[in-house]
């Protein structure tokens, strides 16, 4: 039985959160240390980027064995002290990296969605 | 079912269970983390019922699958991480031995009917065998299934209705030979192409 199209639209909004999320878990860390509920709320007010919240901490956990991150207790005036995530010099190249190739990855991308694909060229009505 | 008294244990423990294929040390740190998260997540939020702070880090084995994924670098992983695959594990040189032997089986003991549903059963089970091994790409299972198992056994069929039949032995041994370096030839082919 096919799956209904809400279901066909969450899993391909999955698979490309998949592949984005830890570079835009990234970029958020980007101008100042961040702790993970901070992170989380960024991620769920963006609205597409949105996930099972627990579900970041594994790739927070990736993240920082691969040392792209480091972390550091913070005592917090509310409450108990917080863990903040901070960028590494192998995270903040590894965003840049990412900054790069993301354009003209989204223009492709674009272009094979707008521009109309005719048939075969050698298929085509003779002038 | 009994009422909990401690859903923040409770979820934890969930969390814990799903994860018990992940190692121990990353196991103790996503439960680390998570019941940081909760911890942090009801301070900031006192108006917050508990239960959704955890509704809202999402269902146990989602996280847990996460969890395993990420600690192996994808479902790649899997295999390299020690699971043991369930299929498609015989060694690959069983089903072409099963296949290449058949052949002599069925010519040495061409009298014994035994010997002949033996020899068809060894050509079946290594054809069944070649086809859910993991050492070989679909394309290469498919051409060694047809040019080991299928034409050999077409051609002999084809040779014992017509030609063969009746004319004795001896003229069967060429076609003979032929089929069995085809099977043997392709045989070490696959061999040469598996997939460590």
Known sequence: MEPGDSTKQARAAAQLRKGVLEYCVLALMRDRPRYGVELLQALEDSGALATSQGTVYPLLSRLRRDDLVTTTWQESTSGPPRRYYALTESGRAALEEFTRVWP?????????????????????DPA | ????????????????????????DRRQELLADLAEHI????AERPDVAVGDV?????????????????????AAAWGAAGEPARRGKV????????ITLSLPVAVLFSDAPAFQLLAFLLRVTGAVL????????????TTGVLLAAVLPSAAIVTWNLSAGAGVGDAPAVLPNLVAFALMAGTSVWLWR???V
Do not use: N
Not at chain 2, 91 to 98: E, F, N
């Open chain 2, 91 to 98: 060694h690959p040189l069983v089903p072409l031995l099963m």
């Open chain 1, 104 to 124: 003209g990855f989204r223009d492709a991308v674009d272009t094979f969605l707008t521009t109309p694909h005719p048939a075969h060229p050698s298929t085509g």
């Open chain 2, 39 to 42: 911890e942090v997540a009801r």
């Open chain 2, 1 to 24: 079912m009994k009422i909990s008294a401690d859903p923040v244990r409770d979820y934890l423990a969930a969390v814990e269970r799903e994860a018990s294929v992940l190692p121990a």
């Open chain 2, 54 to 74: 955890l509704m809202e880090l999402g269902d146990p084995r989602t996280i847990a699958q996460t969890a395993l994924a990420e600690s192996g670098g994808g």
């Open chain 2, 130 to 141: 070649l086809c859910t091994s993991v050492h070989w790409t679909a394309v290469r299972k």
């Open chain 2, 193 to 195: 192409a598996r997939r």
